[in-house]
């Protein structure tokens, strides 16, 4: 059998510019490159570049298959998603060599990686299509939903990089009810479904009243500017809207 590597990157914030996308072009020429996308395959060879740099400059999610068994997610989020804490909530979770963190021009950067050791991974030998089933957990994240980040630290466990004795993260609601993007997310990660089993019976049920809780948290960690651009965004469709209902209703014959 054969080599297979495939490389996958996603900007989701903003559109990669001209001049971006031409930076890219002459890492690779076969690349497919568009304002939001970079994918590449090889069966032969390697991408010539540094994924954890393309994805500090360029992208916010970054998919890697082998069929040798590695497996990788790299997701970059807006530092602020974490409110003023961002250190101290991503470290208790990401420990060891496979679950890593760093902070980067106003970004945190969340690397998750995956080997076996068996050998040749038989399955997935077409990476097409993952990353867009998995990409959904970076906006659940942002909206302070950290049961990705407890999955990075069951991956650290699988890889027995956490002692026995070690201080254990607190456990997120909704371990049992893993949204499909969270569930693929596992999948390609390897993460052993017993060990997920176990984790799942000391984790409360997610409910609405939980989504709200963890809601109001997170906006109470927001920068006030930050605040002030959520409530524009929600205000002023409103505004606009009721200025226009009030001027057709002084329209003459009304």
Not at 133 to 142: N, T
Not at 191 to 217: F, H, K, M, Y
Request: charged letters at 25%; a negative charge.
């Amino acid at each position: 059998m054969g080599e297979y590597q495939y490389y996958e990157f996603v900007a989701i914030d903003r559109p990669l510019t001209h001049d971006e996308q031409a930076e890219l072009r002459a890492i690779s020429t076969r690349a497919l490159i568009t304002p939001t996308r970079f994918v590449n395959h090889y069966e032969w060879g390697d991408l010539k570049a540094d994924p954890r740099r393309l994805v500090e400059r360029y992208f916010d999610a970054f998919l890697y298959l082998a069929n040798w068994g590695t497996r990788r997610l790299t997701f970059r989020l807006p530092a602020e998603a974490f409110g003023r804490s961002t250190t101290a909530v991503v470290e208790q979770y990401l420990v060891g060599d496979y679950s890593t963190a760093w902070t980067t021009g106003g970004h945190v950067i969340i690397d998750l990686v995956a080997e076996d050791d068996a050998g040749y991974d038989e399955e997935w030998l077409d990476g097409s299509g993952l990353l867009a089933s998995i990409v959904p957990v970076r906006a659940e994240l942002m909206t302070g939903d950290l049961r990705l980040l407890y999955l990075a630290w069951l991956l650290a466990v699988q890889n027995r990089e956490v002692d026995e004795d070690e201080f254990e993260p607190p456990v997120p609601r909704g371990l049992g009810q893993l949204s499909a993007a969270l569930s693929a997310v596992a999948e390609f990660l390897r993460i052993n479904a017993d060990l997920l089993a176990v984790a799942a019976e000391r984790s409360a049920p997610a409910g609405v009243d939980d989504t709200l809780t963890e809601l109001s948290n997170w906006l109470a960690q927001l920068p006030a500017e930050s605040k002030d651009v959520l409530l524009l965004r929600v205000a002023w469709p409103r505004r606009r809207a009721a200025a226009d209902a009030a001027r057709r209703a002084c329209r003459p014959g009304r």
